[in-house]
């Protein structure tokens, strides 16, 4: 419904503004169909990024978006816009993706306890942001597949909130809203995700760059 993304469209940051949106959704909804295009383009590329991050397939990637640009559109009039419109979208297309992971027996839906999990004892991380990573370095095709794969083997209530907030830049009150968990877990699951990166790239890391401490 969406058409093919391509990397020219808008990104995340490029929202429209709130009330525009709902009187977008309202005409919508009123049966001026045609807008809903114009409602999802500046989605498209960040709904594609993140299926794809966990499809590891451009066709699936694909599916996936589309999918989920159709279940947002057939259930538009659930959305009560207590959360933004890019939220509610993001979530979607998570669910879309986790449900067909699960399908296709391909991922193992790990399980932590909640009280655990705010409450325990959290080691600081080396690398702050993943990001810190020089930017020359991640513009080597070998280092983005490396980073793709630490990404991947990410338990996936840590990849879900990695994906979500330090690749597709949503707020930690976002991403809770997103993955219906609290603003703690959010900022528990980042830093944990964090650290598994970090001990996964940082030796991958001083092997290509040796001169790295």
């Known amino acids: 419904m969406a058409g093919r993304v391509h990397a020219s469209e808008p990104s995340m940051g490029e ?6 949106e709902a009187r977008m959704i309202a005409s919508i ?14 989605y498209e590329r960040s709904v594609y990024v993140m299926s794809l991050s966990y499809m590891k397939s451009e066709t699936d990637a694909e599916d996936v978006a589309q999918e989920a640009f159709l279940k947002a559109y057939c259930h538009l009039a659930s959305f009560r816009g207590e959360a933004k419109f890019s939220t509610w979208l993001m979530g979607i297309a998570l ?4 449900g067909r992971l699960r399908r296709d027996g391909a991922v193992r839906m790990e399980s932590i306890d909640q009280t655990s999990e705010e409450g325990g004892h959290v080691l600081p991380a080396i690398l702050r942001d993943w990001r810190e990573i ?33 690749v597709n830049e949503l707020s930690i009150i976002e ?38 401490k």
């Open 15 to 20: 929202e429209i503004a709130n009330e525009d």
């Open 29 to 42: 909804l009123d049966g001026d169909v045609q807008l809903y295009h114009q409602l999802i383009r500046p």
């Open 95 to 98: 669910n879309e993706a986790r």
């Open 134 to 166: 020089p930017s020359e370095t991640l513009e080597r095709k070998e280092v983005r597949q490396m980073l793709q794969a630490a990404i991947a083997g990410l338990p996936t209530i840590y990849r879900d909130v990695f994906l979500l907030r330090d």
């Open 175 to 212: 991403t809770a809203e997103a993955l219906t968990i609290s603003i703690s877990s959010v900022k528990v699951r980042l830093h944990r995700a964090r650290i598994l990166l970090q001990k996964t790239l940082t030796p991958q890391l001083k092997h290509i760059n040796p001169e790295r």
